[in-house]
């Protein structure tokens, strides 16, 4: 999705010439769009917008993404936001003949590929709330929550971003909530291990975009304790899916090692505390 205009009153990144990316190590969106670059062996300027510090709700962020999330890719000043959107992008604009990261567009699959990127940004809520519970997120303090909300000019999706983590913040996170996110990942995941059981790749016979977008799914959901056991296929897959070269280059930055190492230490201290997900599955 390309942002407009007058959305983006930070001026100065009209002028960036090549692929900028404004990410976050530890953000699966972001990480989505690095293995995109990786797969087509194209070069990007790294701008880290830390989320730890709020970055994303700084006047100058919000005026390139008034959304206030990342990823953000920058294409020859041109700003692209929605992490499934900005890899649709990149297959399309820098794919080889006969090495596209897409399913065939003139084919039924392409619907149903549609639907599984849709699945997998309608789970990014339950992604977000599980990393509260299970791995290093934190709910937002008043503070950062009305930085975000006053810096930037309106934006209705930042707005209902907002709600959300004010509502999280007031009320906490629920037992509940937390199972039925726990349990929405175990109904995609039986979905994908099905059409594993057929096939290496989850559109067929090659790797594409889809597999791209669930990777950080499967991976932080293994990070976070998840019993990924239960889905034999997509354990196979997963370890296929690290071995590629562009996922080892991802997985071996300073960053995700030390995101390993984090997410490593809370999975042990959650076993002790006897808090788990598979309570709830
Ligand atoms: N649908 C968006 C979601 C973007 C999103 O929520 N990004 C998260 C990181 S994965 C973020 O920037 N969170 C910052 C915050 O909530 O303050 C996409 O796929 O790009």
Redesign the pocket.
Known sequence: MILTEKEVTTKEVKAWKGLHLLH?QG????QKVRLMLGELEQKWVSHPIN?IK?A??TPWYLGINPR????VLVHDGVVH????DIITYLNTTFSKPGNSYFFDTSSTAAAEAQQLLDLE?SL?MDL?LLTIEFGPLSL?SKDSIDA?EKNGNFDAKRAH?VEW?REKAENGISDSETCAAAKNFSTAFNKLDQRLAEQPWIMGDKISIIDISWFPNVQRLINMGYPMSRHKNLSAYYQRLISRPSFKAELSQPGSRFGKLLFGGIRFANRIKGKSMERCL
């Open positions: 976050f953000s699966s969106c972001s989320l709020q994303n709700s206030g999330v990342v990823p936001v929605e992490s499934n940004e990014h977000r937002k975000q971003e983590w």
